[in-house]
């Protein structure tokens, strides 16, 4: 069966910048978390808890991004024969999935301190948000940059904006206490918190989970493909078409090809292969070529 296949390259320099940039954040977003629990325990903030209970998933998040980071450098091997670029996706999913659980807990911890108020003490609850807010944003800006190109990244970025957003939220809230003595504010912001947690999760868990279960790409329309496939000289048909992503930013092809016997099998594959590079962006396709008398039996168009 005829193959092609073409590296998804990355540059080892900014690699080994990204890896020292995300153990620094996992380094100061330990230390905050640790901040954090002990001053919510002493002044009896949940909110500030529930900071630093998210701001610990952050680090976490962050410890699993790196060693992703690491293993997805690894070149293909006799075990991994498609290489180790997916860690990223599964740690992104992992991520996405903790943030997911952090958040129903901390609905749930809003939800009983809405019935049973606690003494809160304002002046704590703001002067610790407003130096988690400060490593928050810090934080987020060391990794921002490679956020951009990496589901891995990406989900520990959000995982520290969510908790930048979040400390301003519990500004917010200690000063309303101090303001008003509205202890009923700290199970409010809490609930907003955890709120926002889970709306972005989702926004980033689902197009993770469509990587893995092997989901054609978004932004690559299969009628268009098929149609530029069909208009193709020599190209009979198509059929058994599959589209999905081998890693995040390589998109493969396989389908079966019937030719029409008017033109050369290797041209047919040569420009099928073209047009698909130039058109679509897919880099990796692995054809299978048919003559009319040897297409398969009750062929799908697409899948087996």
Known sequence: MPNDHHGHHHHGADLDLGDKRVALAVAVNFLLTLVQIVAGVISG??????DAIHNLSDALSLVIAFFARRIGKRPADPQMTFGYGRAEVVAALINYTTLIVVAFYLTAEGVQRLFNPAEVEGWIVVVIAAVALVIDTVTALLIMRFSKDSVNMR???LHNVADALGS?????GGTLILLYD????DPIVTLLIAGYILWHSWQGVVPVIRILMLGAPEDTDLDLVLAGLRGI??????????VWRMQEHETALESHVVLDG????????RDVKRLLRDQFSIVHAV???ETAGETCDDARLIGH
């Open 45 to 50: 903030s949940l909110a500030l808890i529930a």
């Open 155 to 157: 989900a520990a970025f």
């Open 168 to 172: 301003v939220a519990v500004i917010v």
């Open 182 to 185: 509205w202890r009923l504010v």
């Open 233 to 242: 000289d020599g190209v009979k048909g198509i059929h058994h078409l599959h």
């Open 262 to 269: 008017r033109v050369a099998a290797e041209v047919v594959k």
């Open 287 to 289: 054809l299978e070529l």
